[in-house]
Each structure stands twice: as C-alpha cells, then as structure tokens.
C-alpha cells in the first residue's frame, strides 16, 4: 500500500537550534485499526537548516501493509536533545487510497508521542480498544505533565481558585506558552511602558501635576494616540457613558429601593427628577443605584495602602427626561449626610464623582477583570488538559479558548499581583486581599453574564445608551448557539451520554474539587458531575464566553477609560470631603494621585490594552480540531451569525459621536492572552 504522510511544523515559534542539529533523525509508524496491525517503522528526514524549520512542510512516501484507514500515527525521535530541542507540530495528516485521514497535534514533540485521527469521540463510545487504550494512557501522562499547585506549596495565593504549579512564566509547560511573536511583543510592551512610565515621573517631577490638564500632557506623554473616550470627561453625561459601556459595565443595578444607609431624599434630587419623586421614578425603572458599600468598608478583608482612601461609596443614577443616564447623588460614608452629594455642576461634586470613580477603577481591576476573567479561567483550562484526550468533543471545543490564559496568569503572579509590584505603590487596596475576600463569596454563576443582568434588572432595551448590554447579550447567543451545536452533534443520546461520559465528569470533578474547592472543600457552584446536557452547555458558554467576549469587554477599554487619572483615579491621597468644605483645585489635586502613582497604574493599563498581530478572534479556527461535517456546519454557522453581530455593531457606531466597539466580534480575542 502507498501513503503520502505530511507534516506541518507550526509557524508560531521557531528554535533555531533545533536547525542546527545534523544528527536528529524522525521516524514515523501508522497503526490501524484493532484487528488491522501496524506498518514499520520509516524515517522521515534527517533535520538539517531547511527541514523542519519555522512553518516548513515535510512529504514523505511510502509503502507498507494495508492497515486500513490509520487510527494513531506513531513518532520516534533519535539522537533528540530535550534540554535543546523545540519541535512544535500543527498537524499531520496521511493519504492512502485517495482518502485522507488527518491527525491534529498543535503540540510540542521532544520525545516519543503517538497521536489519534481527528475525529471526536465521546470517551464511553470508542469501540476500538487500541483508541481506547491510548486514550488511558493520554490521560494518565497528562495528569503527570499538567500538576496542579500543591496544597502544601505557598507561593503566596492561598484563597484564590488553584493554579498551574509554576512559580513563574518559566516554570510553565511549553504548550502553555505564547508564540514567538506575541513573546516578543509582550516583552516590548512591558519595556515601552515601562520607559513610558519613566517619562511621565520625569515630567510630573518637573510640572509638579498641579492642574488637571497637566494629567493630559502626562497621559499623552505615556500613549500619545488619542480617543473621544475622554470628551467631557468632567460632564455628568459622560460619566454616565462611562458607567455603562466602561471597563465595569455591570457595577450597577436597578433601584427598587434605596438602602437604609443611603440618606438621599426627595428635596435633595427635586430639581433633577423633573417633579418626580424619587419613588415615582423608581416605579418607573429610571432609577439605578451603583452600592460599594460592604467591599469597601475597613472590616471587610481588604488591605489598604497606608495613606490612600477609597470610600465606600453608593451612587444614584437616573434616567432623564433626555434620555441621558447620569448620576444625580452620591454618598461616600454611609448613614452620614455630610457626606452625601447632588449633581450641581460644583467642584464638591465633581470631587464626589472621584471618590466614587476610584472604587469603579479598582473593583474593575481585581474583580471584574483579573478575578473573574484570569484567575477562575485557569481551574477549567488545568483540569481539561489533564483530563481530557484530545479526541473529546468538549476538549477540542474548549481548547482554543483556555489554552492562554496559565502564561499570563503567571505573568501576573510575579509582575503586578504582589504587593511590591512596580504598580502597587498606584494602587488603593491590595490585589491579593481584594481577590481573596470576594473568592470567599463567589459563585459560577456571576460568570453568567445574561443570567446577570436580569438578576440585577438591566434591560439594554431600557436603558438608553447601554451599548455593552446589547452586545454581550448577541454575541453571547452567538456562543450560546454555536456550543448547543457542536455538543448536540456528539451527545445524541442527551443526558444519558453526559452522565456516561468518564472524561467529561472526571474534567468538572476536578474543575470543582482540584480547583476551586481546593482548600475549604466550597466548589462555588461547580457542579462535581454533570447530570444533564443542558447543564454541560450551560457550563461550557461561560466558560467561552467570559474567556473571549466578557474579558475583551473589560479589558480593551483600560487605556482609554484609565489613562486620565483625574476621570478614573485608582488611589486617593486625602479623606473624603464634606459637603460643608469649601473646594477648590488645590484641594482635588491633594486628594488625586501623583505622579509617581499615576505613572505605575498608566502603565499597566497601557500594556493590558494592546493586541497582538497574531491575535486569533473569535470565530477564528486556525487550529484545526473538528473535521467531522456536521460539527464544520455549525462552525460555518457560528462563524456567519458573528458576522451579523459585527455589522450590527458598525452601523450604529457609524452613526455615535461615541461609539463602542470592544464587542465587535473582530475586537474579541478567542482567549485571555493578555
């Protein structure tokens, strides 16, 4: 029998010793099915300056036994050095009789593998014992390779969800790891900041920050690209903007009723309710409220940087008879009048609008941004790779969207969690501390974005301007969709083949008691075995749906929303005023962050913002893990109904003096990589 074998060397990194080795030789064996024996072993090539290099795509013919339609491909190695030799795979596919059967590997190869045929399978219905018998022991390396924190290990994040045991970026597994071009940009982006930074201390030592408009000159200093983003920024309609499509589009809820310690009444807000009470208005669905009153409190768990303030503020916002969304009160202490504030247009107000803004900035930061969208990814991403043979479904459905999120997870480890991180000092609350105390509280189900705003009474459909609320919400039925498809061409008997799927219960098994019940035995509401396929699709839309669309709307926003620390500050130097203190410029910018601590968290925002030119976006499948046609379709389909999304998006955008665009399906990167 003859077979065409060709091997596709990924183009993402490249190890230019391994073009050096003159000795490495790559043998290569297919073996058929369980009654169809194996052909010998044939080498492929020997490695030399053009062979195997980056991107390079090796032929080989042969002749052998007929073994039938090739289940496994086998490969040897000889005379491979691990300590120096990278070889990563794409895929490999092999022609015999005109069919063609192909094998994806996207792996690093730098010892003996064996790799399957691309067809998924569920792990109760492979009938062939030769797969069946490689799948056992796929699993069992893996759970060797891919090792979870130990318990007794302290690397310092007790009472986070578990982690990848690494120490640092490079203690990862390979696999883990970014391209070589996003490697490269990650360390200039790092090194442009960085200098960035210096350059805005240079000039805040020289002009001393001692006007607002001198925080302009620094942020333009730090990114010189500008936005609309920040247009009257001062404004209370822009604040409102900010509040509904900013970086925490969901910090606020509908207002039912006005909590005890909220102190604001009807004689406080007559003028900006239009007659209207404030109960009027609230019957109405007009009114929201944004409450940061428990977390931000002295006895909930957070540490606080000596000498920085961030109140535990409420604000009011209302929907006007302009159809504007603005706040129209904010309190800073509760149960104290004193402190309580109404959209007058004065600088005690727009002081107010700070204080309050600060408690959005780092609420956003450690909570909506890093809690939610990094740290509890990488419990999912570490129990599948583990887990699961790269022939399930469910693997090859959530690999393109889990695969990232370890590298820079550890990135931020070392670099910005720690409380001697070079962006700490800009910072009011400790990131460690802030996680820590809201891990204690959490649930799944806070990921479920749809779910979400209905809990908290956000209908797009009525409030106007809420831009980030009609976007989650398509492209998220896009996800939704698009999962239901894939999942039903394999689960055909439902909830019968869910509850018989071993890899897939043993995956949420450890995604609940390895990864987030892992030291009080509290699984946050993941599920220890999935009792029905809904439930199973359910799980598997958060997941893709916070690592793709949720992170990309809380993250790509940073630099514009952040790089003017006077519209979103992450520290304040003074106590909150009262409403009985004369305020005057002095006093706001003794009470903003300096220069030196405006730098720091510039920076940080300026590096999380940018996209790589390798970016993969949603709905694009470079990675080649689903062959099957049904499965292809409902790519296709995906595919299509984000382009619907898209166009959506850019009409309307076409016609806003500020449009919002992170949810544009093109924005979305398919991953947290950055």
Sequence with gaps: MSYTIRVQTSGAYFNPKLAEERQVKVKVQLVGSMFSGETGWHQLKDFDKKDFSKGSLETLAINDRDVGKPTIIRIKLVNWKISKNKWLVDWIDVKSNGVTTYFPVYAFIDKDEEFLSGEACLSHKVSDFIVGGHRSREIIENKKFFQWLPKKVDYGYGGFPRNINAAKYDDLPKIFKRYTIREKEFVVSKFGAAMGATLGVINAKITNIQSLDDYHKFSSAMAPQDTPYLKDWDKDEVCGWHMLNGPHPLAFAQCKSLPHYFLVNDNDVANLLGGKTLLQEMNAGKLYIADFTDIYQRNSGLVWKKGAYCSPAVGLFHVNASSKFVPIAIQL???????????????????????????????????MHFFYTHTCMEPYAVSMFRCMSVQHPVYKLLRPHLRTVTAINAEARTDLIPANSSIAHGLSIDAKS??????????????????????????????????????????????????????????????????????????????????????????????????????????????????????????????????????????????????????????????????????????????????????????????????????????AKFKADLQVVRSTIEERNAKLERPYNHLNPTRIPNSVVI
């Design 434 to 635: 802030f996680v820590k105390t809201k891990f204690k509280t959490f649930s799944m189900d806070i990921l479920d974005i749809p779910k979400q705003l209905k809990k908290q009474g956000l209908d797009p459909s009525k409030i106007p301007e809420y831009w980030y609320g009609h976007d989650i919400l398509a492209v998220w039925k896009c996800i939704s969709d698009y999962v239901a498809g894939i999942l039903n061409v394999y689960y055909t008997a439902g909830d019968s083949d869910v509850k018989s799927d071993r890899e897939l219960n043993d995956w949420v098994n450890e995604c609940a008691n390895e990864g987030m019940a892992w030291e009080d035995g509290n699984t946050k509401g993941v599920p220890n075995q999935f009792t029905s396929l809904q439930e199973l699709i359910n799980f598997c839309v958060i997941i893709i749906g916070t690592g793709s669309a949720q992170h990309a709307a809380v993250n790509f926003g940073q630099y514009e929303n952040f790089r003017f620390p006077p519209s979103s500050p992450f520290i304040m130097n003074m106590p909150p005023h009262k409403n009985n203190e004369k305020i005057d410029l002095v006093r706001i910018m003794k009470s903003l962050p300096n220069g030196l601590q405006a730098s720091a968290t510039t920076a940080m925002v300026t590096s999380l913002s940018v996209f790589s030119n390798v970016e993969e976006y949603l709905g694009d499948f470079r990675e080649k893990w689903f062959i099957d046609e049904a499965a292809l379709k409902v790519q």
């Design 333 to 367: 202490q509760p149960s104290d009048r004193d402190y309580l504030f109404v959209a007058d247009g004065s600088q005690k107000w727009l002081l107010a609008k700070m204080y309050f803004r600060c408690c959005v900035s780092n609420k956003h930061e450690w909570i």
